[in-house]
């Protein structure tokens, strides 16, 4: 639930662009930031709160125009 909610908000929110990181320990997500989509943030607490539930720890930031996530599985 933790990666599909991460990949669909990524998808929701970009103008087209995804970038997708994968290895052991870590999963990044960056997106370009679409202008025209904002949404509340809610859907980030909850996958949050799931994560931190299975002892991963999802840290999130805006930078210049890209979204980025990043998953570090323990």
Do not use: M, P, W
Request: hydrophobic fraction near 40%; charged fraction near 25%.
């Amino acid at each position: 639930n933790i990666i599909f909610s991460l990949l669909e908000n990524a998808i929701k929110y970009s103008n087209g662009k995804i970038h997708i990181r994968l290895s052991k320990n870590l999963l990044a997500i960056r997106n370009n930031i679409a202008q025209e989509q904002k949404g509340s943030g809610i859907g980030l607490k909850i996958t949050e709160a799931l994560a931190k539930k299975q002892g991963f720890k999802l840290k999130c930031r805006v930078k210049k125009d890209n979204f980025i996530a990043v998953v570090k599985f323990t």
